[in-house]
């Protein structure tokens, strides 16, 4: 069974950067594409950002195009989401996912397309 665990969370004020890691256990890692959402108090998990199993293709949403970077090291079976610019409505707790099946992502893509989760990283961003 995949395990991920996220980190890097914390307090930041708006403007400022942060940068998550997410480790996966097992020799898989690198056929898989992962994923960051987050969900903030009271509203739906939502999607953050993407990337292929290659590395070759990524995606962000709207809201963080252009401040968050997802980038990945199959060496270390570790993914990554450096956020820069930070704002208050960036504020929501962080997962990572891996996708569901090998070598597969679309876009849009869909949440029930990825599993396993990580437990969150809490990222709190300050006014």
């Known amino acids: 069974q995949v395990q991920l665990v996220e980190s890097g969370g914390g307090l930041v004020q708006a403007g400022g950067s942060l940068r998550l890691s997410c480790a996966a256990s097992?020799?898989?890692?690198?056929?898989?594409?992962m994923a960051w959402f987050r969900q903030a108090p009271g509203k739906e998990r939502e999607f953050v950002t993407a990337?292929?199993?290659?590395?070759?293709?990524?995606y962000y949403a709207d809201s963080v195009k252009g401040r968050f970077t997802i980038s990945r090291d199959n060496g270390k079976s570790t993914v990554y989401l450096q956020m820069n610019g930070l704002k208050p409505e960036d504020t929501a707790r962080y997962y990572c996912a891996r996708h569901r099946r090998a070598y597969e992502l679309k876009y849009p893509t869909e949440i029930a397309d990825f599993g396993p989760w990580g437990q969150g990283t809490q990222v709190t961003v300050s006014s």
């Open positions: 097992g020799p898989t890692f690198r056929f898989y594409a």
């Open positions: 990337m292929s199993w290659s590395g070759h293709r990524t």
